[in-house]
């Protein structure tokens, strides 16, 4: 069967014979792959005219609404994907990381588009005060790349590497072309055509090769964009290509690396950390059976140490069943196919000239369900590095697979140069509970490692684990590892966006952003906001309101009802040597007090306040000072409704600025409200 490729809004065939794709359990040809017949001149342009142009005039909540929606879909249809996935070798818990951890990419980028907000492109950070009358500032915002992103992802997760990819370049506004490996394409093919039939995703947002790409980037430009997730040495190709330099076009690189678990000296034989880290490291040795790029490829234990780990990982080891996932009782999969295979052995047989096998044996073992000689399979192999400083092969050869290589070291700086060695990588560990050597081995090591996982006792139970990239967090690594970022939330969509500073009045840029900018005009209007719906609230629409003058009594009733008899506010002979002239009021009721100010307090749209984003007291306030408030909406933020019942509502930001008799501003505060929008009509 010939994989099909989608293609300016068609599915296409391969010319040619093409790759031949195999069950890595049986050894049987599943189907073949090709990019010969695609126009990829022709791609990239569609997906520029028709993708990029659907997709920016999305806002970012439109377009973080479509992720859930896109999530909650394939969640829905999920098991499919399991019977597909176990063609590859992986086990149910292998796919579940790919599968279930791809959709809930998905959904955890989804949840970013509030804090994105409702415009088509980000307002990035505060505004610039650039001249000495505020008459003139400086915004930066960031707008989606007018181009599209060539994602090549790698052989080992056909589903979570194109998810955790896709997630943040259509929230971010920009198409993508997905270019799975060819060795696994036919699982990332079957969750592509589900989501192009869904209709969720704009046409020419998303295309996809299934073959081998040659010449996918050929006619990329400056607005494109590129993520490679790989081998170091074939992303390091493709980034030196002339024309990526020449049009400096951005290139995302996440290489395999060699990963280090690191054992503390605290950690004894018989503690619950040494006990957690043996357990950690046999299953990063045998989950997708070491065809991870954060497997755990190096293992560094105190020397005293060194035979104690070396037995314990040996009957860890010895307890992890290989064979046909489908079988009862087994606990690794095969690899993704036997040339993979055969290239691990032979990395293996290199390294063991100077660096023996202790555990396993790369030609005898049990294969359950399976015939071993058709299928693409290999034991867990732990490998013993004695002299680590100088046998430099541990730190330089990668075996992708069920391998890793155990070696002592004497104090927490030998570690540290040790886990250094391998000259850059996504992750490494260190199992200690003491906070001397965490310490340490994070400040000293972090500069190498694209995340370190502090493993114990305490973090054990709720641990997501050494090989596990989380969508809130960065994934990727310097060196070795590709000197790349992927994952980490917003960071990630902003590598879709270019960054511009807008310079000119408070007022333009207020109504260019949708974001009140300090200085800008106020509009005042004859009905105060809190009586209006949602959608009739304009940006920069202002109360300027009544002003009370505070008194002794203020402060002391409020220090009644509060319990906050500090000093300042209450013992006026206790101020010499501070900055205060005299007694003060609490900065907490000039706040509430202007509360007190700008509230309507008949019923409605508002719903509730549920919060403040930001606070400052800039000014001390005495007793006999006046302050008034201008009371602005800053920004706007919608929310669907969470159900039929739920009310339609959405966010107001209010910018709260407080001020004296001086004009000078005494406090500034945004307070979140909750608003109703007028299609959820009630009795006011």
Known sequence: MKLKNYAEGHWVAHEGAGFEQY????????????????????????????????????????????????????DSIKKKYYDISYLSGATKGDSWVDIDGGIGTLFSYASLRRQLGNQRFYVDGETAKISKNNTFVGQHIMSPKQGVVIHINAFNFPIWGMLEKLSANLLAGVPAIVKPSEITSYLTQAMVADIVASGIVPEGALQLDCGKGHGILDSLTSQDLVTFTGSAKTG????????????????????????????????????????IFIKEVRREMTTKSGQKCTAIRRIMVPEKY???????????????????????????????????????????????KKTPIVVGDLDTYVVVGADKNKGAFLPPILMLNTNPLQNIDSHE?????????LMPYRGIEQAVELAKMGKGSLVSTIATSDV???????????????????LNEESAPESTGHGSPMPQLMHGGPGRAGGGEELGGIGSVKHYLQRTALQGHPSMLT???????????????????????????????TVITAKHTITVADIVNFANV?????????????????????????????????????????KGPVLLNYGLDECRFTKPVYPGATIGVRFTCKEKINQEKKSEEDVAKGIIKFLVDVYDETGDTVALATILTMVKKRNQEDEL
Do not use: W
């Open 306 to 352: 060194l035979e104690d780990v070396q037995i314990a990982l040996g009957k860890s080891l010895a307890q992890t069943t290989v064979g046909d996932p489908a079988a009862d009782g087994v606990r690794m999969g095969a690899m993704v196919n036997r040339k993979q295979m055969e290239l691990v052995r032979s990395r293996v047989v290199e390294m063991a």
């Open 397 to 405: 050869i990668e075996c992708f697979g069920p391998v890793s290589t």
């Open 562 to 602: 509060s319990g906050d008899n500090f000093y300042a506010h209450m013992d006026e002979t206790s101020l010499q040597g501070t900055t205060f002239e005299g007694r003060v009021a609490h900065g907490y009721f000039v706040l509430s007090k202007a509360a007190g100010l700008f509230v309507d307090a008949k």
């Open 23 to 74: 069950n890595a359990i049986t050894g049987e040809l599943i189907s073949t792959a090709g990019s010969e017949g695609l126009d990829y001149e022709a791609m990239i342009d569609y997906g520029r005219r028709v993708g990029g142009k659907a997709l920016r005039a999305m806002t970012f909540y439109e377009r973080g609404y479509m992720l859930k929606k896109l999530a909650l879909y394939l």
């Open 236 to 275: 390091r190709m493709l980034k030196s290509m002339p024309h990526i330099i020449e049009n400096a076009i951005p290139f995302n690189m996440e290489a395999d690396s060699l990963n280090a678990a690191i054992l503390g000296e605290d950690a004894s034989p018989g503690s619950p950390t040494f006990d």
């Open 511 to 541: 109504e260019i952003t949708q974001r009140y900018q300090y200085g800008g005009e106020y509009k005042e209007k004859e009905v105060h906001p809190f009586r209006k719906y949602f959608e009739d609230i304009e940006v920069g629409e």
């Open 436 to 454: 001397a050597i965490a310490t340490e081995y994070a400040i000293e090591a972090a500069a190498y490692h694209g995340r370190i996982l502090v």
